[in-house]
């Protein structure tokens, strides 16, 4: 089994940053990748970018430019730095755990942007 723990959400204002970590734990292989989703009051689930354990990364358009993801494998643990915040942020943020076919969620972490 794996397990997801998000932390780091809170509430920010339009501009501010906040800087999101997810620590897997568990049954944890070498061969993996991690990702951040986000999931806004009665829309679908969004993809906002993931990461290999190479540390190759790809985004989403909506992020590119403003949310950096990143990576300890040491720590098994994912880190989504997230800048120049907006209203439109705001949403509960998931980290996903891929590995040999089968997908792992955290509980997600609540960003709100607002002034």
């Known amino acids: 089994q794996v397990q997801l723990v998000e932390s780091g959400g809170g509430l920010v204002q339009p501009g501010g940053s906040l800087r999101l970590s997810c620590a897997a734990s568990g049954s944890i292989f070498s061969n993996n990748a991690m990702a951040w989703y986000r999931q806004a009051p009665g829309k679908q689930r969004e993809f906002l970018a993931d990461?290999?354990?190479?540390?190759?990364?790809n985004y989403a358009d909506s992020v590119k430019g403003r949310f950096t993801i990143s990576r300890d494998n040491a720590k098994n643990t994912v880190y989504l730095q997230m800048n120049s915040l907006k209203p439109e942020d705001t949403a509960v943020y998931y980290c996903k755990l891929h590995q040999y076919s089968s997908d792992y969620w955290g509980q997600g972490t609540q960003v709100t942007v607002s002034s």
């Open positions: 990461i290999t354990r190479s540390s190759r990364t």
